[in-house]
């Protein structure tokens, strides 16, 4: 499916199209026995491009049980209402960002770890985007979920401050992650699952432009 990009095996971006060389999307993490979802997109987004996805995978809906939530912007929670529809998933989310998500199970802080499919990830808090904001680290395969973690030339979406914003950054260089997944193919990478290399060119070249002002 060309709005579906397999990172891993068992990991997946299904990707809602907004506007040309923009989308939003859902990372769906493919368990022997369950599906976990991070982020949701809009209020459309599980109906028009998860359930075709799954379908095509042969899996249920019925089979997500845990969906987290990176923070509580529309277009990464707007489709939680649908997805509590279909499944019977337990919401979860950092602390901070319970509130503005609303109808969350589950809140977690800072390196508490949560399953989704087979895999364990670690809550890592990183304030900048929003106060509540946060990654999922999974250390065995060193993947990243960033969701708007790392912004590069979109400065206006640096809402709590040039400070604490790269500090987060900082601290997801000292991760070495081997593989990050951005939920929008933010400039100047240009795409949304970033490998290697083409990691830490993309996180340093955010900092830059964070402390540039211009
Ligand atoms: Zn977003």
Request: net charge negative; hydrophobic share 35%; with cysteine.
């Amino acid at each position: 499916m060309e709005n579906v990009h397999k990172i891993e095996d068992d990991l997946y971006y299904v990707q809602h199209p907004t506007r040309p060389g923009w989308f939003c999307g859902i990372t769906v993490v493919v368990g022997a026995d369950s599906l976990g979802l991070v982020d949701t997109g809009y209020a459309n987004t599980p109906e028009e491009y998860l359930l075709p996805f799954l379908e095509e995978i042969g899996r249920s809906p019925q089979e997500i049980t845990t969906v987290y939530n990176t923070h509580g912007d529309g277009d990464h929670i707007e489709g939680n209402a649908a997805v509590k529809k279909l499944s019977g998933a337990q919401f979860a989310c950092y602390t901070s960002e319970a509130e503005a998500i609303r109808n969350v199970d589950l809140s977690l802080s800072d390196g508490q770890t949560i399953a989704l499919g087979d895999r364990t990830f670690t809550v890592i808090h990183c304030p900048g985007h929003r106060q509540g904001n946060s990654c999922l680290f999974d250390k065995e395969s060193s993947l990243l979920i960033a969701g708007d973690t790392i912004v590069g030339t979109r400065r206006e979406l640096i809402r709590i401050g040039t400070e604490p914003y790269v500090a987060s950054l900082r601290r997801i260089l000292n991760l070495s992650p081997a593989t990050v997944v951005m939920s929008h193919p933010f400039d100047p990478a240009g795409k949304n699952v970033l490998r290697g290399a083409e990691i830490s060119a993309m996180v340093e070249a955010s900092i830059t432009i964070a402390q540039s002002g211009a």
